[in-house]
């Protein structure tokens, strides 16, 4: 189903502070997967620099660019604004802890709430669900320098022949959809670069699906994939354990009520 956005107005990042974060956040439920839509928010991310725990101001200050350090900065602190909202907490006392792989949880003892974030030029993605493995990616639609080059290094074998069975005017499209669908799948496991990405296969084509694994026949019964839509200049895809979901789409700020529904699973 096509994302459909209804229209919102800004929310400044100095009206978004505790007392609101919880009124913004729409329930989440068992079977309910939420993906935000985050744009790009820099003219006011200072202001949250004391949102931020000490070892994300530090990462902060590490950037060379100030922008970026700016998009840092106002991507971690909307997310401790939403994440609060939905545990109904303080944004300043959530903690998080990684896996060796470096995949961030919430650190409190069976915590339900599960998240991926990531980011491209020009928008942020945020997924949230309870009780699953989830994983996200979202790419700016662009030609892509060397791409027979990065996909012969990092596709399976399957991809590549798929890829170059692609019309040369939607190569681009379909090697991001393929780079998305790949990405969101390692994020969800939290196995980052130890996952070797040319030894499983995912679909190119509209509907976003894992195909194949070397290491394990039964993988692709595990794992269900969906493909996002954030906006006419952007790519995205979703991983997630299988199961009965229902996606709903949010941009930031929320009304309460879903931007639109991406697709429904019965």
């Keep these: ?26 329930p989440l439920t068992a079977g309910e ?29 590490r950037f060379r660019f100030p922008e970026l350090s700016a998009r840092y900065m106002a991507d971690h602190a909307r997310l401790r604004l939403l994440l609060a909202g939905y545990l109904d907490s303080d944004p300043q006392r959530l903690t998080f802890v990684e896996n060796q792989q470096g995949k961030p949880r919430i650190a409190w003892p069976d915590c339900r709430l599960r998240f991926n974030l990531s980011h491209t ?33 990092y596709f399976s074998p399957r991809e590549v022949t798929a890829l ?12 991001l959809r393929c780079w998305t669908r790949k990405e969101a799948y390692v994020k969800a496991r ?10 499983f296969a995912v679909s190119l084509g509209e509907r976003a699906s894992l195909l194949h694994c070397q290491w394990d026949e039964h993988e692709t ?21 299988q199961g009965a979901w229902s996606l709903q789409h949010y ?5 309460g009520s879903p931007a639109g529904n991406i697709g429904d699973r019965a």
């Design 190 to 199: 939290g196995e980052g670069l130890s996952l070797p990405l040319d030894q």
């Design 251 to 255: 941009h930031w700020p929320s009304s």
């Design 33 to 61: 997967i939420h993906v935000w839509a985050l744009p790009p928010e820099t003219t006011e991310a200072h202001s949250f620099y004391p949102l931020l725990s000490p070892a994300e101001r530090e990462r902060a200050q």
């Design 221 to 241: 019964s595990r794992w269900q994939m969906e493909d996002l839509h954030p906006g006419s200049a952007h790519v995205g895809a979703l991983a997630v354990e």
């Design 164 to 175: 170059q069975e692609e019309p040369k005017s939607h190569r681009d499209l379909a090697f």
């Design 121 to 153: 030029k020009g928008m942020t993605l945020l997924a949230v669900c309870l009780d699953a493995e989830i994983g996200v990616d979202v790419e700016i639609l662009r030609p892509v320098e060397d791409r027979e080059a990065i996909a012969a290094m």
């Design 1 to 26: 189903m096509p994302l459909m956005l209804s229209h919102t107005e800004p929310l400044s990042l100095r009206e978004a502070t505790h007392g609101t974060a919880r009124s913004m956040t729409p």
